[in-house]
C-alpha cells in the first residue's frame, strides 16, 4: 500500500504555481512509506492539462506518485445545466460524459512514471443531487452506458477510473460495495473500480468496516481508500481509528498496492461540499496528529 495525502487538506486549489510549497508540508507530516502518493483535483477542462503535468512534474521529481480526484459539486441554480450521467436529459448525460472524459484525461496527464493514471472522486454523480426516491431502472441503464463511454476512453489512456462510493446523504445511487460491484460487473470493462472511504462506508454497509474491506480489497477492483473519521476530523479520533490496525492488516493480508490517504478538509472547501463543521483547529495540526496516529498503528 501507498500511504499519502490528499491536497484539499492544505488548500485550494493546489496547481504548477505552489505545488512545490504544497509537497514541501507533506514532507513534514511523515507519510509512511517509500513511494507515497498525494491526490489532487483534476479538472475537466483540455486546457487545464498543462496544471496536471506540473503537478506530475513536481510530484515526480520529489518523488510522489500522483491520484487525480474527479468531483461535480451540485452548486448550479434551478435554471442552470445540471449534468450528471443519470440526467433524464440527454443533453446533460452527453455533457456528463464529455466532463467525466476530462477528469480521465487530467488523470492520465498527471501520471508519474511507471504508474497508470488513477482517477479518484464522485466524478459519476452530481453531489448531493436526489430525486426522493431510489435509482430507477432507467437510471441505471443511463449510469451503465455513460460509466461503459468513459471506462473506454480511460482503458485507451491507461487510467485505472475508480468512482467513489458515497453514503445515503450524498448519493442516491451507488452506496455500498455490493452495490459497485454488481454495477462494475455490469459494465464489464477491467478498468473501472472504486475509491473506498472508510466515513462512508461507516455509514451504509451492514457489516462493520473491516469485514467489508475484506470483500472490497479481494475483488481487485479497489483502486484507492480514503481514511476518514465518522465526524470527519482528525484521523484516529473517531470511531474508526479503533479499526485501523485491523484495516492495515486486510490490505497485507490481500496484497494492496495503490493510495491510502487520510481525507480532510480545509476551510476552503466548505461550500463546495455544503460543509458547516470542518476539522476542528488548525487544519496543519490535524494532519500531523492524523499521521502520527496511523504511524502508531503501522
Known amino acids: ?32 512509506g517509500d513511494k507515497p502518493v498525494i491526490e489532487a483535483f483534476a479538472s475537466p477542462d483540455p486546457a487545464d492539462l498543462p496544471i496536471a503535468e506540473g503537478i506530475r512534474a513536481a510530484a515526480q521529481e520529489a518523488g510522489y506518485g500522483v491520484v487525480s480526484c474527479g468531483f461535480n459539486p451540485n452548486m448550479a441554480g434551478p435554471d442552470q445545466p445540471n449534468p450528471h450521467l443519470i440526467s433524464p436529459d440527454a443533453d446533460e448525460r452527453r455533457a456528463a460524459i464529455q466532463r467525466a472524459c476530462g477528469f480521465i484525461s487530467f488523470a492520465a496527464a498527471a501520471a508519474t512514471n511507471g504508474d497508470p493514471g488513477i482517477l479518484s472522486g464522485p466524478w459519476h454523480v452530481r453531489h448531493q443531487h436526489f430525486t426522493g426516491a431510489g435509482i430507477t431502472s432507467e437510471e441505471r441503464q443511463w449510469l451503465v452506458e455513460g460509466l ?100 492495515l492488516q486486510v490490505l497485507r493480508d490481500t496484497d494492496y498496492q495503490r493510495g491510502v490517504v487520510p481525507e480532510l478538509f480545509c476551510e476552503a472547501l466548505d461550500g463546495a461540499v455544503h460543509k458547516w463543521n470542518r476539522t476542528e483547529g488548525d487544519i496543519h495540526t490535524a494532519a500531523n496528529n492524523s499521521f502520527k496516529f496511523l504511524r502508531g498503528c503501522l
Open 1 to 32: 500500500m501507498r500511504f499519502g495525502i490528499n491536497t484539499w487538506a492544505w488548500d485550494i486549489p493546489v496547481d504548477p504555481s505552489n505545488i512545490k510549497e504544497f509537497l514541501a508540508w507533506a514532507d513534514g507530516l511523515g507519510i509512511p
Open 148 to 247: 461503459r463511454q468513459v471506462a473506454t476512453h480511460a482503458g485507451d489512456l491507461g487510467v485505472l477510473a475508480g468512482f467513489e462510493i458515497l453514503n445515503r446523504f450524498e448519493s442516491y445511487v451507488i452506496n455500498t460495495v455490493d452495490q459497485a460491484l454488481d454495477l462494475i460487473d455490469e459494465v464489464g470493462l477491467p478498468n473501472l473500480g472504486f475509491n473506498w472511504d472508510t466515513g462512508h462506508a461507516h455509514i451504509d454497509e451492514d457489516e462493520d468496516v473491516v469485514p467489508n474491506l475484506t470483500k472490497a480489497s479481494q475483488s481487485g477492483r479497489m483502486f484507492h481508500i480514503h481514511l476518514c473519521e465518522n465526524h470527519r476530523r482528525d484521523y484516529g479520533t473517531g470511531k474508526i481509528g479503533p479499526r485501523t490496525s485491523e484495516i
